[in-house]
């Protein structure tokens, strides 16, 4: 893994990133290896050309139009005109319309490139109704100031999960949001509480910042040729410290307090779920997904990101340790699957991964 | 040497215990529910790279969906023995498919910025309509020139009309323009889309003589006749949108940043010699002494490689806009002995153009 972690890093380098399908599709095939359901190893057959041809695609139908036509605007019309922020806008409506296509999609995809005892999954339903589902979902959400996530996120797995096929045999998801809504309050409240001590910290730090006698130091040592003494250099060293500290925390502490709420929702969506006469159990704690979020995000740091790979393999891990099983799938009678398969996959979710806009 | 060995065979998630051995034509198989078969050892693919205390899982090329799990170390290396392209590695054939797409798709991004940078914007600006262009270049002249005033006085835009006409004379096809001075410190000249020129009083106060404002002015011109300005905007316009998309930035376009502004009135080397062409042939049918801007060229190439140190302003003194090189200045050549010259103003429409900005 580490070798594949640095060949890719380097590949991707070289070919201006172009590498990226084909590494991402040597992680999969790794990872997917390394997983067992029931004692039998999954495989990942997908390959790194169809993702490149599936970004291709996107860009030819998507991204090119857009530059042609913001381009057009901007010299037709001059670059200050407000068509073109009509435009922009325009991109950006069609960004989040579309959203949930590019998950459900690139889920998709990924599902048909999946065997487990030689027979692949896929997601049987229509990606525009999911995106559209998604789409409502988030202005709800925006407007409820959070309020609907749990009802929210139970309607989206539903769909999704109700979708999902392992050859011939049927996902199935029911159950209800209440329950999620205790801990959903808890961490609500948590994290405004956490925002209104930010909010105070770094008030207080801001007023440091640009009071008058801190304010003569750091224009002391921002002068050309000056020689800072000692205690200037302590005093916005100190200054610089605590503002880096406060935001930091800030980005620590929120992620954390929702890792409750994640870790709850996860291990009772697992429960709504069946696949024939098996049900699930996902041992999922607040504690543990928080050292995931954190180690992960260590090793994306020290690593300079080349180490990406292996947090996937952590996350995917995780998941699978600690999934199980509860009763048995009737393997005998699950037949191949007879969706048709896409020849391209994930094609709009790299191009928002990239940022398209 | 026979052993067990699972097998799937696609249709079903069942497993099938197996009873697997080598033979001379490959791998052959048999179980309770499995009609025996042979997989011949060229077709077969190691699903995972062989990993001894592993499973070595196996598919066929004949049997698309199909697997065979083989648990026993001793077998797997006596396979690996009879077909060592299982061990994995480095597949030419495959690596050079890998390295052709790659290689299109960088060579679909090179001929992309290509288009984008020089083959399109030159052949596009000659088809842009007028109306398109001053409505740019009128927008791209307000945040130019920010809050600076226009320098105008009767006089001074009678100067400005008859210094025009001295050009005109000669060439027909000169297009249809129209030159302010503004209050401006620093010295410089810009030729906008849709034929808008902005000469500053900075460039007013550095002339010693008509011939050199002229000199300047028939440059610019040549940048208009030759749609120059046009062809920068649709350069930048199409970099700045390739850019907002690649890197996710953007939102607004901000051309009319000054960022935006001094990339598009930066000149490039060929639109230099082009516009240098069209001052000097323009100066000689008119006959006004070429040699006028061969000294103001010299003047600055002087005063900015002295001052190129400090060259850190926004839209830089002037000529970074149009650099002036020794290569140009060589290309001004004299007009021949016998032609009669003639001033580009008289002493009092000269006095007037200078006094336009007070
Ligand atoms: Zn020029």
Redesign the pocket.
């Known amino acids: 893994m580490g070798r594949l972690a640095i060949v890719n890093f380097i590949l991707n380098v070289v070919t201006l990133t172009i590498y990226r399908f084909w590494a991402k599709t040597n992680v999969r095939k790794h990872i997917w290896s390394c997983v067992h359901i029931n004692g039998q190893p999954l495989e990942y057959t997908g390959r790194g050309i169809e993702l490149f041809k599936g970004a291709l695609i996107v860009f030819g139908l998507f991204v090119l139009p857009f530059v042609l036509v913001a381009t057009f605007v901007s010299i037709a019309l001059g670059p200050e005109h407000p068509a073109l922020f009509a435009v922009y806008g325009l991109l950006y409506l069609l960004i989040f319309l579309l959203w949930g296509a590019a998950l459900y999609r690139a889920r998709r995809y990924q599902l048909s490139r999946t065997l487990w005892r030689g027979i692949r999954g896929t997601l049987a339903g229509s990606s525009m109704i999911y995106s559209l589902t998604y789409f409502g979902a988030m202005l709800a959400r925006g407007m409820s100031l959070g309020w609907t996530t749990p009802v929210l996120n139970t309607v989206l797995q539903e769909q999704i999960i109700g979708d999902m096929r392992f050859g011939d045999l049927a996902f199935k998801f029911k159950g209800r949001a209440a329950p999620l809504y205790p801990t959903y309050a808890l961490c609500w409240f948590l994290s405004l509480l956490a925002l209104t001590i930010f909010a105070f910290l770094f008030g207080a730090e801001v007023a440091a910042f640009f009071g008058p006698e801190v304010q003569k130091v750091f224009d002391d040592i921002f002068k050309p040729d000056s020689e800072p003494t000692s205690d200037q250099i302590w005093t916005a060293s100190t200054v610089i410290a605590i503002l880096v500290f406060s935001f930091l925390a800030m980005f620590m502490v929120i992620p954390m307090l929702w890792a409750i709420y994640s870790a709850k929702e996860l291990s009772t969506f697992a429960t709504y779920t069946r696949a024939g006469n098996a049900t699930f159990k996902l041992n999922a704690t607040a504690g543990s997904l928080i050292s995931l979020v954190i180690v992960n995000l260590l090793i994306l740091i020290f690593t300079l990101g080349i180490g990406r790979p292996f947090i996937q393999q952590r996350l995917i891990r995780y998941m699978c340790d600690r999934l199980e099983v509860v009763g048995t799938i009737d393997v005998d009678r699950v037949l191949q699957s007879r969706a048709a398969m896409a020849h391209t996959g994930e094609g709009l979710a790299d191009a928002f991964d990239l940022g398209v806009v | 040497m026979a052993i067990e060995a699972v097998y799937f065979d696609g249709e079903t998630a069942r497993d099938n215990r197996v009873v697997v051995s080598l033979e001379a034509s490959g791998l052959q198989f048999s179980g309770e529910d499995v009609p025996a078969q042979a997989w011949n050892l060229s077709g077969l693919t190691a699903v995972d790279p062989p990993h001894m205390g592993h499973a070595l899982r196996l598919s066929h090329d004949g049997h698309a969906g199909a697997r065979l799990s083989i648990r026993n170390d001793a077998f797997t290396q006596q396979l690996l023995i009879a077909a060592p392209h299982l061990k994995g590695g480095f597949h030419p054939k495959r690596a050079l498919r890998l390295f052709l797409w790659i290689g299109g798709g960088l060579t679909i991004l090179a001929a992309l910025i290509y288009l984008t940078l020089n083959f399109a914007p030159q052949r596009l600006a000659v088809l842009l309509p007028d109306a398109w262009s001053k409505r740019v270049g009128e927008q791209m002249e307000a945040s130019l020139v920010q809050n600076a005033k226009v320098c105008q006085t009767p006089d001074g835009e009678k100067a400005i009309a008859a210094m025009l006409a001295n050009l005109a004379d000669g060439s027909p096809d000169m297009p249809p323009l129209r030159v302010r001075v503004y209050d401006i410190p620093i010295m410089n000249a810009f030729a906008l889309p849709g034929g808008f020129i902005v000469l500053t009083r900075g460039l007013m106060r550095e002339a010693s003589d008509p011939g050199e404002v002229a000199g300047v002015l028939a440059?610019e011109v040549g940048?208009v006749a030759h749609h120059h300005p046009e062809a920068q905007m649709i350069r930048i316009a199409g970099m700045q949108v390739l850019i907002s998309v690649a890197t996710g930035t953007s939102g607004g376009n901000n051309a009319s940043s000054l960022a935006g502004l001094a990339a598009i009135l930066k000149?490039t080397r060929d639109a230099?010699r082009e516009?240098d062409a069209y001052a000097v042939s323009m100066l000689s049918s008119a006959r006004v002494d070429p040699m006028a801007l061969k000294h103001f060229f010299e003047k600055i190439l002087k005063e900015e490689g002295e001052s190129s140190s400090s060259a850190f302003s926004n839209l830089g003194t002037l000529f970074s806009t149009?650099p002036v090189t020794t290569e140009r200045i060589e290309q001004i050549k004299p007009l021949p002995a016998g032609v009669m010259l003639r001033p580009a103003l008289s002493e009092e429409q000269w006095k007037d153009l200078k006094e336009i900005c007070g």
Do not use: L, N, V, W
């Open positions: 440059h940048h000149s230099e516009a149009h």
